[in-house]
């Protein structure tokens, strides 16, 4: 059982130069694209309060290849039905009975780990913001289809200030849906709070669209999320075929999302999001690509432990949303 309130986390120092994994000792996962790397970005379930993560971030090569899925299609499995008679509508028949990696702009390859850098408005204050994102390879049933834990660790100012898993499933057309989330806020290595609960199909939260397959401009906006007497989110395709330069490589193909009309978000195939940028000229949140990395299978296994951790703590904290929820497993 996961542990309530004063819980510590250990988080590793980020150490330019040396691999870019999720355990101290796993730094054995193949590089995607050639590059320098960052490094060691972790938690645990047990230990003392975090060591502090350095601020600044290693440039990669413009040039060279895709990331690390590429094409349109990845190791999780093919679709059986072309993307184009996948209308853009939730639907648990339209989800296979083996996962569908297939839109490019969101690969789902367990062990794919980004690192987005930048900065983030805490009170008067303008920190310097980490955020990794690791896929997983834990799943959960929710609301009918089988979804892949993301989790994602943001660090401000070089201190672990929240975790989060992102619950998402893919259609065999490409659609990539948001069924779920679930974050935890730290305050100098302890628990704070729990916030963003929710799942598809408890409490009238319905699943939001996190990615169309061939997102194209001219269409109109859609809810990313939608939960009764909580946060309604919308975004909208507004550039596609985009070239963009961030400080690990240049992308070409990029898509780029407007979320509440307030921020855009690029993302490349084969790679994910690789660029956050704000539209008015007051300071937000900003966030570019520094790296990308396979991680080592012993890099991997200790996320998704993270992963199903947070998982089990949503169940206990949060009961009125995760209460009823089917366990995850790990297992893709």
Not at 58 to 66: A, I, K
Not at 125 to 146: A, E, F, N, Q, S
Not at 166 to 175: P, R
Not at 302 to 320: F, G, K, T, Y
Request: glycine letters at 14%.
């Amino acid at each position: 059982m996961a542990r309530m309130a004063g819980d510590r986390f250990v988080v590793t120092s980020i150490m330019a130069g040396v691999c870019l994994c999720a355990l101290a000792s796993g730094c054995t996962g193949a590089d995607v694209t050639e590059a320098s790397n960052t490094g060691v970005l972790t938690t645990g379930a047990t230990g003392s309060t975090g060591a502090s993560v350095p601020t600044g971030g290693t440039s990669g090569p413009t040039g060279g290849t895709s990331g690390p899925t590429g094409g349109t299609s990845g190791p999780m499995g093919e679709t059986s039905t072309s993307p184009e008679k996948i209308p853009r509508t939730f639907d648990p028949k339209n989800f296979g009975a083996s996962l569908t990696d297939v839109n490019p702009w969101v690969p789902m390859a367990p062990g794919i780990q980004s690192v987005m850098e930048g900065f983030v408005n805490v009170g008067d204050r303008r920190l310097p913001h980490i955020r990794v994102t690791t896929i997983t390879d834990v799943t959960k049933v929710i609301d009918g289809v089988r979804a892949v834990l993301v989790l994602d660790q943001d660090f401000n100012g070089g201190q672990l200030s929240e975790q989060a898993i992102d619950y998402l499933a893919e259609d065999e057309g490409g659609n990539v849906w948001y069924v779920g989330s679930y974050t935890e806020a730290y305050e100098g290595g302890q628990f704070l709070n729990a916030e963003d609960a929710w799942l598809a199909g408890v409490n009238g939260a319905i699943p939001g669209l996190y990615m169309p397959a061939n997102p194209k401009t001219g269409t109109p906006p859609y809810y990313q999320t939608s939960i009764p007497g909580g946060e309604q989110s919308t975004a909208q395709v507004v550039e596609v075929g985009q070239e963009t330069c961030v400080p690990f490589k240049c992308y070409t193909d990029v898509v780029v999302i407007q979320e509440q009309g307030t921020e855009n978000k690029y993302w490349a195939p084969g790679v994910g999001g690789i660029l956050t940028e704000p539209l008015s000229s007051v300071a937000q949140e900003t966030e570019e690509l520094v790296n990308i990395k396979q991680v080592s299978a012993e890099a991997l296994a200790e996320l998704s432990a993270e992963a199903l951790r947070l998982d089990q703590n949503a169940v206990v904290r949060v009961p009125s949303v995760f209460g009823g929820s089917k366990p995850a497993q790990r297992g893709i």
